[in-house]
Every structure is written in C-alpha cells, then in structure tokens.
Nanobody
Framework: QVHLVESGGGLVQVGGSMRLSCAAS????????KGWFRQAPGKEREFVAAITGSGGDTAYADSVKGRFTISRDNAKNTMSLQMNSLKPEDTAVYYC?????????????????WGQGTQVTVSS
C-alpha cells in the first residue's frame, strides 16, 4: 500500500504564490509517474500536472502552463507543485497521486493511489 500526504495549502491573494508538497510512503516507487489533480466545488476532479520517475519529463494542463511547476525529489520520495500568479479559478482541493505507469498520463484512472487533499483558496 502506498500512502500520500499533501501539505502546504491555505489562503493566498490573487497573483500570489504557493508551494504544495506531497510525501510518499517508502513503498511508493521512485520510477513511476506522479501527478497533481484538483477539484473545485461542484466540479469534477481535473488534471493539473504530472512528472516521470526521473523528473525528466512533465505535462501540464493548459490552464496552469507557464504558472505552475511540478518537481520531485526521489531521495526524499517527495513531490512538489510550485504555483505562481495564482488566480481565483485555481481555488480547489489539490490532490497528489501516484501511478504504477512509467509514461505520463493526464487520466485519473491511471493513478492508483491518492492523498487526502489540501485546500488552496485564492482570494480576490
């Protein structure tokens, strides 16, 4: 079983920055992809970003491209999401996810393990 724990959420003003972190249990593979998803009230959970095991390849949703950066530290088995130029529409619960795949995916069903989520609120 893989356990994921997110941290770093909270309240930020429009245009501000925030960094989310995800700590994975020791069982989590360091060679498979990890991703971030988010879910706003009344909406479906949507893809935000994903990263390969080596960290050499990444993918982003169009809505966050150029503003968010995903990274991972395999020595610590952690993953981060640096979010800049935040907008009110970025307000959501953010989830980290772990997959057994090695190729990038934006699909929820390709991720087997999920964290409990952390709330990000962008106030205007």
């Amino acid at each position: 079983q893989v356990h994921l724990v997110e941290s770093g959420g909270g309240l930020v003003q429009v245009g501000g920055s925030m960094r989310l972190s995800c700590a994975a249990s020791a069982r989590a593979s360091r060679t498979t992809i990890k991703g971030w998803f988010r879910q706003a009230p009344g909406k479906e959970r949507e893809f935000v970003a994903a990263i390969t095991g080596s960290g050499g390849d990444t993918a982003y949703a169009d809505s966050v491209k150029g503003r968010f950066t995903i990274s991972r530290d395999n020595a610590k088995n952690t993953m981060s999401l640096q979010m800049n130029s935040l907008k009110p529409e970025d307000t959501a619960v953010y989830y980290c996810a772990h997959s057994v795949r090695v190729t990038l995916s934006k699909l929820k069903h390709d991720y087997s393990y999920w964290g409990q989520g952390t709330q990000v609120t962008v106030s205007s």
